[in-house]
């Protein structure tokens, strides 16, 4: 008698053969799906194909062992896993491979992903949370190979969080005692990557309850296993991470792929491990197959031998798998094929059915340009140009929105100088058109929802009459202790950030007092902090993950740029990862502790915040405030600004430091003066001794610059100074250009000026570590000085003659 995995109650041999020729349907319908899926690409009707053939079976069996909370972490090829649980239909499949924009139609992305990038929705309309204890959860995939590795690490400590912190017994809607599996998926060959490694060597390390299931077929797109991985086997080489009484570990698990019973009994044992042990374990499933070659942009005759393609012919686990449903008499020959039959029909039917759905609004709003553009060509005297343009577009029989908007953008050229009703008509419909469409396309890079974090309000820190200064970095300690106190789900975590209390003594004693679990040490390896971070996000804790310096973070870069801000944006708002990187960096001494790079990061973590705080209070106003909405921000805390002195509020943890709002932090007449973080200090230091040569300089820290000066104060200050100096210590281009940029593009400041805007940054290298390094690579004083008063000088030489 078999076993029901999810009940493990005793099925009856009728309740078990229903149960296999269910997954025998599921397997068939997933490979169908795949075979006409490629075709679809090739006849141009999608764009690229990424199919999970070869890995059914497996992915079946994992189905069975995966219960309501658990979370899936994988890659593009887990479709028929998706269908197992419930979470993909054939209408669904080709929706995301034609790009549907309607989340009805693909609620994966909303034709934001290719095809084979799967989420679930975690958040409502609202932007609050769903139970995600209730039902079985993917997170949402990206291409870049490995990837998906640092955030399966924080799905799965989220549980060990969940079961072992105080105080969150209530968040029952996020976990049941911490009972949930992280579940990961990956090729053989991507283990080659460095974040395999990094998350194999973490979860080891913290003992979290995840699975990672390494689908083996021997090859990584057309390069053979033996220029991947050591002995051609991960299993083999991760044999070091197997648990024994000595020392914790993995359980490390190997299964042959087409063996349909070992599969079932191999995930039920991984499954059981990691969720009743909180052990990692790895499933390492051998002898697959990819009977259509990586994607569609290649075949795999061109890199097999014929001896491999027989064997694969041969040992395709759905022909193993129809095999072993024969040999034991669940079925036979003639109903397995009209089941064949019935699948084939079904998945041409819905695809048809996805593609009419897919393509029938576009021909209604191409049909409405045509009419209005035959109504243009009769009132034109450039009626033969405009229905050239017109027959075109008619000609389309499949028509996109691009070439939709392009042709009637074309056509108001011929009108430029005409003035009719009918261009009037065109005009309006085609800015309509795109108030409709574009948000189809650019929706949700930012949250949505009431608690965005640009729309909470400053609350300003107050003080005792008697308060008296004290070391900046106790402002952050007791703020964090505050909202350690009141929160229990927040939670941070970084090297030397738990027993020392980070390596500038801002959580001085928080270790002590919260516990380990909530402020923690983790190991050198940045990648897998952020991960932590965006996998605890992503269930409902508020973790704060730690980089020790700026210049590390470029180790977490791609996961940060890659997966942690474009989560609400390629899931259409239908996921959250509401994570604050902690960081410090600005002027110190070195090349690796200069911390400047921030025209890199304001162009490649578009989607979440980045706040420059010239101060220990401003900073903690920034902690506050992002804890107060759903979104992820960066907070660069000034290196050199620790040990300066500060008033501790008494309004801790309460205080706000508003987003993407200008300070104006000295008033003046003559020259506007722009800056950030620790150079700010340095701008301030310049403008009194401008003001003793008579020049009047109002200076104003931008606090953030993803946003940046969203009430457009910047330009008010140019409007009264017609004078523009923009001061930054990052490279020349960097971020005084982009800053420069806002002024001038969208603020239109000038139209106030009298003198050109400037620039003045940091020389086009990294500060050397000498004792003068920061002086000669970064601006000074005297720079600052010394360029105004040039632009004084262009102005009034007489009041202002040469210095040198």
Not at 480 to 492: C, G, N, Q, Y
Not at 588 to 609: D, K, P
Request: with cysteine; glycine share 8%.
């Amino acid at each position: 008698m078999q076993k029901d995995p999810k009940t493990n109650a005793t099925l009856s041999f009728e309740d078990f053969k229903t149960e296999v020729l269910n997954d025998y349907k599921l397997a068939v319908t997933s490979r169908e799906c795949s075979l006409l899926g490629r075709r679809e690409v090739l006849t141009g009707k999608a764009k690229f194909g990424i199919f999970g053939d070869g890995k059914e079976i497996p992915q079946l069996a994992w189905a069975k062992a995966f219960k309501d909370g658990d979370w899936r972490s994988g890659y593009y090829r887990d479709q028929t896993f998706m269908m197992a649980i419930g979470e993909l239909t054939i209408l669904q499949f080709f929706a995301g491979l034609y790009g549907d924009t309607n989340p009805g139609a693909d609620p994966m992305s909303g034709g934001r992903q290719m095809g084979g990038h799967f989420a679930t929705k975690s958040i409502n309309e609202d932007g609050t949370w769903r139970n995600l204890a209730a039902q079985k959860n993917s997170s949402a995939d990206i291409s870049p190979t490995a990837g998906q590795m640092p955030r399966l690490l924080g799905l799965a400590q989220a549980s060990k969080v969940f079961r072992q912190v105080k105080g969150l017994e209530n968040f029952s809607n996020f976990s049941d005692k911490g009972n949930e599996v992280a579940w990961g998926t990956i090729g053989n060959a991507s283990t080659s990557e460095g974040l395999f490694w990094e998350t194999i060597n973490a979860a080891g390390v913290l003992q979290v309850p995840m699975v990672m299931s390494v689908w083996d077929d021997e090859y990584g797109i057309s390069v053979h296993a033996k220029h991947q991985t050591t002995k051609e086997n991960i299993s083999e080489v991760l044999k070091g991470f197997q648990r024994d009484v000595e020392a914790k570990g993995y359980e490390i698990i190997k299964v042959t792929g087409w063996n349909y019973a070992e599969l079932i009994e191999a995930y039920q044992k991984a499954g059981k491990i990691a969720r009743e042990e909180h052990v990692p374990v790895l499933v390492h499933v051998k002898e697959l197959t990819q009977p259509q070659g990586h994607s569609t942009s290649g075949s795999h005759e061109r890199y097999k031998s014929q001896d491999r393609l027989a064997w694969e012919r041969e040992y395709d686990c759905n022909v193993q798998f129809r095999k072993w449903v024969l040999d034991n008499n669940f079925s036979t020959e003639e109903e397995l094929d009209a089941i064949d039959k019935d699948i084939k029909k079904q998945v041409r039917e819905g695809k048809k059915a996805a593609w009419s759905s897919f393509i029938a609004p576009q021909i209604r709003e191409q049909q409405e340009a045509l009419t209005l553009l035959t109504n243009l060509a009769e009132s034109s005297s450039n009626k033969v140009f405009i229905e050239k343009l017109k027959n075109d577009l008619a000609s389309d029989a499949e028509p996109n929105r691009g070439k939709i908007a392009a042709t009637v953008r074309k056509a108001l050229r011929y009108v430029v100088s005409e003035n009719t009703a009918e261009k009037r008509q065109l005009q309006d419909w085609v800015n309509n058109y795109f108030e409709i469409i574009q948000p189809k396309y650019s929706s949700h890079l930012y949250s949505e929802a009431k608690v965005n974090a640009t729309d909470i309000s400053e609350v300003k820190p107050t003080y005792d009459t008697t308060a008296d200064a004290v070391d900046a970095r106790m402002v952050l300690r007791d703020n964090f202790d505050a909202i350690f106190s009141k929160r229990p789900e927040v939670l941070i975590f970084g090297e030397d950030a738990g027993k020392i209390g980070d390596v500038n003594q801002g959580l001085e004693g928080m270790q002590e007092k919260y516990g380990e679990q909530r402020v923690s040490d983790t190991g050198i390896r940045e990648a897998t902090i952020l991960g932590q971070g965006i996998g605890m996000a992503m269930r409902g804790l508020r973790p704060i993950a730690e980089i020790q310096y700026l210049d590390y973070i470029l180790y977490a870069l791609q996961i940060m740029s890659d997966d942690l801000v474009t989560v609400q944006y390629r899931t259409k708002g239908q996921q959250k990862a509401p994570l604050i990187v902690r960081t410090r960096g600005h002027r110190l001494e070195g090349i690796w502790h200069s911390g400047s790079q921030m025209g890199g990061l304001i162009h490649l973590l578009r989607g979440m915040y980045i706040l420059v705080p010239r101060n220990m209070t401003k900073a903690a106003g920034f902690y506050n405030t992002l804890l107060t909405s759903d979104e992820p921000g960066l907070v660069i805390e000034c290196l050199n600004g620790y040990r300066l002195k500060e008033k501790l509020p008494t309004n801790l943890g309460e205080f706000k430091t508003p987003i993407g709002v200008v300070e104006t932090v000295k008033e003046g007449t003559d020259i506007t003066l722009i800056s950030y973080g620790s150079t700010l200090r340095i701008v301030q230091e310049a403008a009194k001794e401008l003001q003793q040569v008579g020049i009047d300089a109002e200076v104003i820290d931008v606090q953030s610059l993803l946003p940046l000066d969203l009430t457009k104060q910047m330009v008010e200050s140019v409007k009264k100074t017609n004078r523009l100096l923009i001061i930054d210590e990052d490279v020349p281009g960097g971020a005084s250009a982009y800053i420069l940029s806002e002024i001038l593009d969208n603020q239109d400041g000038y139209k106030h000026l009298d003198s050109k805007p400037q620039t003045l940054a940091a020389q086009p290298h990294r500060p050397a570590y000498g004792t003068d390094g920061d002086y000669f690579s970064k601006p000074s004083i005297e720079d600052v000085f010394e360029k105004v008063y040039a632009m004084m000088h262009e102005v009034s030489p007489e009041d202002y003659p040469k210095i040198r």
